[in-house]
Every structure is written in C-alpha cells, then in structure tokens.
C-alpha cells in the first residue's frame, strides 16, 4: 500500500495545481465570464425582455431595429429582441438536459468495459463502432424524425447516441490505468473492484469526459438549432434560435437581421463553450 501512497498524487496537491493553473489560463476565465452571461441572460430573460416574445403586431411586422424594438421585429411584429432573450432559456436548458444522461451513460460505461475488459468490452466496443460509423446529424435527424418532433425526440436521440464519445475517452484511460502500479496496489489492499473503480479510477478519468462534455453541448446546441430550422425541434410558438433563423430566411437579403441576430447568438453560446471547455483541459492538462 506504501506504493500507491507514493504514486498517487494528494488530493490536496493536485486541487491546488488546478486552481493555480485555472487563474492562470485566459480561455478558461473567458470561457467562465460568457458563460455566466449567457447564464444570466437566460435566468433573467422574464425581466430582461422588453416584450412578450409571443405576441403578435400585424401591423408592426419587420420593423427596423429601434429604441422601441432593440432587434426590430419580424413577420409576425414579434419582438425579435424579446424571443432572442427567451430562445437562449429555451436552448440552454434542453442542451444540458439532453447531454445529463449521454454523459452519464458513457461514463459509466466506458470504465466498466476498460476496468473489466472481455466480452463485455467487445460488445460495447461493436456497439460503439456502429454508431460512430454513421454520420452523427443524419442519425440524430432520423431519430427525431421516427419519435416525434419537440423536446422529447431531442432527448431521445441523443440519449440513443450521445454516450458513445464519453464511453471511448473513459474506456481507453480506465484500461490504461487497469495495470498501473497505484491500481495493483489498491486490489492488493483489499479494496473492491467497485470501490476502486468509484476512488482511484473515475476521479481520473471524469476530467476527460467533462472537457468532452462542453464540446457535446455545443454539438447538441448546433443540433437543437439544426433540427428547429428544419421543423424538427422546439415547435411554435415557444422561441427558439433554429426556428427564428428558419423565419427570417426569406427576408435575409431585405431584412437581414431577422436570421442574423440569432444567429450571432449561437455563435456566441459556441464561443463559450469551446473556451470554457479549452480552458479546462489546459487546467486539468488533459492529455
């Protein structure tokens, strides 16, 4: 046990490497501050909005942006501005809902089949093969499509399909570390196999899987947008960025701003996202 002591680092020791590193990684505090904004602007968005993002104004409809209407107005003289604010409420929330049990699942997964290996690891690995082997969107479209459009065929697709990057990335550390010296030693110690995986091996591998997991948000943030400008998504009237761009595409050489505004927000919430989760690699210096 003197050698696991030995090569184990303390816990203390690497919380503190982190923190240091974190202040010191300007991705990861930008990644931080958008994020908080984005946050924020979602929560608030009942107070921030100047308008009810579902009520129509015939006789308002593509107004130009203006002190009254921030973002104009679309065809219908909806507060663009106003859905704008209560889209980003509507999108995060299902992306980080629709990414909870993919990441789960694939944790889980991933360190029972690098821990245990055998057939468990091949069938796994078969099962995770063939769903990388087709394209991510069109499978994800597909599902959507057979289940249902709205909240529930988002969920359902990507619990079908999302766990399989996180169970790869978990798998391959947990069998890298299976015949470690630390490893040995805590079996040797009399540790279960539960416990050793649940201690010494997830604490681990979840700093990979949570870096990959800002970069499925954004996957899952494109698709929502993806699936809502093909009608697939978030149904009306509820705002949303895909159907809002879908809206305002036959205008987008008049009236630009009815696409390009949410839009920008997408690319913003990317933004975030990919800083936040660049920043945490280089914190925990992912390998």
């Known amino acids: 046990m003197s050698e696991f002591a030995a090569v184990r680092p303390a816990p203390a020791a690497a919380a503190q490497g982190f923190l240091g590193r974190a202040r010191r990684s300007p991705a990861l505090i930008a990644g931080v501050v958008l994020m908080t904004l984005l946050v924020l602007v979602a929560v608030l968005a009942p107070w921030l909005a100047t308008h009810d993002p579902n009520a129509q104004n015939l006789t308002a ?18 507060d663009i501005f106003s859905r704008v604010l ?22 889980l997964l991933g360190l029972v089949s690098g821990y245990f290996g055998g057939r468990l690891d091949y069938v796994i690995g078969r099962i995770v093969d063939t769903i990388i082997a087709f394209p991510f969107y069109v499978i994800v479209i597909s599902i959507v499509f057979a289940v249902g459009a709205g909240e529930g065929g988002i969920y359902a697709a990507f619990a079908i399909v999302g766990w399989v990057g996180y169970a790869r990335v978990v798998r391959a550390t947990t069998a890298s570390m299976r015949a470690s010296g630390w490893v040995i030693a805590a079996r040797g110690g009399g540790l279960s196999d539960r416990r050793v995986i649940l201690r010494h091996i997830l604490p681990n591998a979840l700093p990979q899987a949570v870096v990959l997991l ?7 943030m494109v698709a929502i947008v993806t699936l809502g400008y093909l009608g697939l998504g978030v149904q009306p009237p509820t705002p949303d960025w895909g159907t809002m761009i879908a809206d305002g595409q036959p205008f987008v050489t008049t009236k630009w701003w009815i696409s390009a505004l949410p839009g920008f927000a997408v690319i913003y919430t990317g933004i975030a996202l990919s800083l936040l989760g660049d920043g945490l690699a280089d914190a925990w210096r992912v390998k």
């Open 61 to 78: 409809g593509l107004l130009a942006p203006s002190p009254e209407h921030l973002f104009g107005t679309d065809q219908l003289g909806r």
């Open 86 to 107: 209560h889209a980003a409420s509507t999108d995060l929330r299902i992306a980080v809902l629709a990414a909870i049990l993919p990441f789960l699942t694939g944790v």
């Open 214 to 220: 800002m970069t499925e948000i954004v996957l899952i």
